[in-house]
């Protein structure tokens, strides 16, 4: 669109909402979109409209040609598809994650894990003998794998495990913040080894809505436990987002999803959402599996993990928003294609290998020498200069321009927009999920 005779308006984005399914996100403020600011060209340079024009899409289509292609996880049961058992009927929400990305999947989660082992004085054989995050991640480094940073997601779901354990430990005076600077550590380690942006994290859910716990005199203290330990690892990853510009970290608020679930069943399709399948049924009933949120007293169904899942996809989140395929198809893509399904991987004990490589890293950077600046040569013609110039311009706005409206496609739902020029504070901010037709928003 001409604006005057001065200026060009190259564009004016505005996101469009997904609203595939029933379900949709919202924003803190109620909006579901927002429009990024044309872009203004000197009168002086109109006569390099179609080049410009050209190297914009140029770039654009470069940018978007960095997709996610691999997902990393690592985890407890919650994410635990089979290196020591499935406690779900699945789909887990990884596998429906790697199927709507169209990624390959690497889980290293195993049942009954915690950050760190070394946290807790109650390490006995058994509990010593589960990989934690430290472990998990030092056996995916010895795999070797040398996955493409900017087309992988390290996803972290951790955190229930450690909360019993602690609480068994020391009760409610247990130093839940070791827990999260653990998890922060280890994210940490990640970015410095493997020279990742890209995260997911995932919090606890409510316990006091799990049918183990709800009722018992166990649902008021590890319900207080969890708000404190949710509350803590926001706030560590609304600062980490805050002090690396170029970090991509969400934080999936499963406690409020789950919350929603319990709360509103119906909307999301289930037909009981306190009672857990294995106990009503006990493999008597006909009722589909995927109607009930609960597995056991604890895990989540199939279809509980597939709303999770379809959650991330329609937020935005490192990825445009993308609707889960049907549960057939998913199942189906599952089986026949090796590319969404995990290999499975056998329990090692840490050796403190990540550890040596990050010194190693950090004692490199220390040593190293500034490379001494070169000096730009003039250009003798002044016309050619001035060319140069512009186009240098063009460039570096058209590069902006990509990285902004990139970045709009993530905002709202799961994660904020990230500020515009200089913090990173939006991101790791979780709108819950509400059903379109019942919100008053």
Known sequence: ????????????????????????????????????PPIFFPSTTQHMWVPLVSLCSLFWGMASASGVKNLVVFGDSYADVGNLQRLSNGPFWSED????????????????????????????????????IVDQIEMYYNQQLNLEPSETVYAFWVGLNDIERGFQSKGTEFPWGDIISCISHQMRNIRKVFSSNRFLVLN?????????????????????IVSKFNELLSKDVVSLNKHHRALEMDL?????????????????????????????????????????????????TGGAHRAIA??????????????????DQVEQALSSNDLHRSPKYSPEK?????????????????????????????EEDSSFSHIYFVIMVSVILCIGFVWFTRRQKRAGGLAALSSLVKTNTGRGRFMPLRNLESSNV
């Not at 379809?310 to 549960?327: H, W």
Request: hydrophobic share 35%; aromatic share 10%.
């Open 97 to 132: 994650l790697a199927v709507g990305w169209n990624a390959s999947l690497y889980s290293f989660a195993f049942d009954g894990a915690v950050c760190d082992n070394a946290l807790f004085n109650d390490t006995s054989d058994d509990n010593d003998a589960l990989p934690s």
């Open 310 to 327: 379809n959650s991330i996809l329609l937020s935005g989140s490192l990825e445009p928003p993308v609707s889960l395929p049907s549960s």
């Open 252 to 300: 999936v608020d499963v406690n409020a999803l789950i919350s929603d679930m319990v709360g509103n069943p119906e909307d999301f399709g289930f037909k009981n959402a306190s009672s857990a399948y294995w106990d009503v049924c006990q493999g008597q009933c006909t009722d589909d599996m995927d109607t009930y949120v609960w597995w056991d007293s604890i895990h989540l």
């Open 204 to 224: 606890v859910p409510a316990v006091e809505l799990m049918p183990y716990f709800a009722g018992s005199d166990m649902e008021d203290t590890r319900s207080n």
């Open 350 to 378: 840490s050796t403190g290998a990540i550890e040596k490589v990050v010194q190693e890293i950090m004692a490199a950077k220390e040593t190293e020498e500034p490379t001494p600046e070169v000096e730009e040569q003039v």
């Open 1 to 36: 669109m001409i604006d005057g005779p001065r200026d060009i308006n190259v564009a004016v984005v505005t996101q469009e909402w997904d609203h595939s399914g029933r379900l949709y996100y919202y924003s803190e403020a109620g909006s579901t979109g927002n429009t990024t």
